[in-house]
């Protein structure tokens, strides 16, 4: 773990080290059906670590979120090409939710992809996932798209999308 960002009580919000990946992995595991290789884990690290968050307790890792950029066409603007942020994965421990960590979490992506110059942030969410997508409505995003059997497992997802600037 890097220099604090934000302090939520006792627990500690941070840009990610490639100590924490690990433990970022576990979280992975034990929270959402979709996993990633230790080498996809590591790229997002590289590539993006302005936007590679976790969020600690008493030395124990609880909660992550990891991002990429992308230039795609606007989610907003017609024919607009554009710097988009995008948020590959986020989950907080279910011991740990509903404290406010996941909303840290989403709002130090959100300003470490303004920092990469992005214009618009985006992120795909299960329909069936209310929690979540509160989380984001209440952060500003709003759902743009419903994207058919987005899923393995056939369930479409929300696009949902926020305005940077
Ligand atoms: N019921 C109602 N509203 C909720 C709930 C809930 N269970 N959880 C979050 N919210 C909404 C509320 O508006 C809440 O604000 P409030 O507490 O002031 O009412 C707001 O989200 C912020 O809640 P946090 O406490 O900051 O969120 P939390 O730390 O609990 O983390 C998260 C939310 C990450 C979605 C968590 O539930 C989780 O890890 N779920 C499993 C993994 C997951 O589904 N990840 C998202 C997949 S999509 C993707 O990764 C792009
Ligand atoms: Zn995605």
Known sequence: MQVI???LGDCSISRAGPSDLISVMEINLKTLPEHYS????ESLLAELPEAFIVAEIGGKLVG???CKTEYGFSNFKKLGFVKKGHVVSIAVLDEYRRKGIGQALVEESINGVKLKKCDEFYLE????????VRLYEKLGFVIRQQLNAYYRDGEDAYLMAIELN
């Open 125 to 132: 969410v299960r329909c069936s996932n209310n929690d979540a």
């Open 38 to 41: 230790d080498y996809f884990y």
């Open 64 to 66: 992550y979120i990891m």
């Open 5 to 7: 960002l934000r302090q």
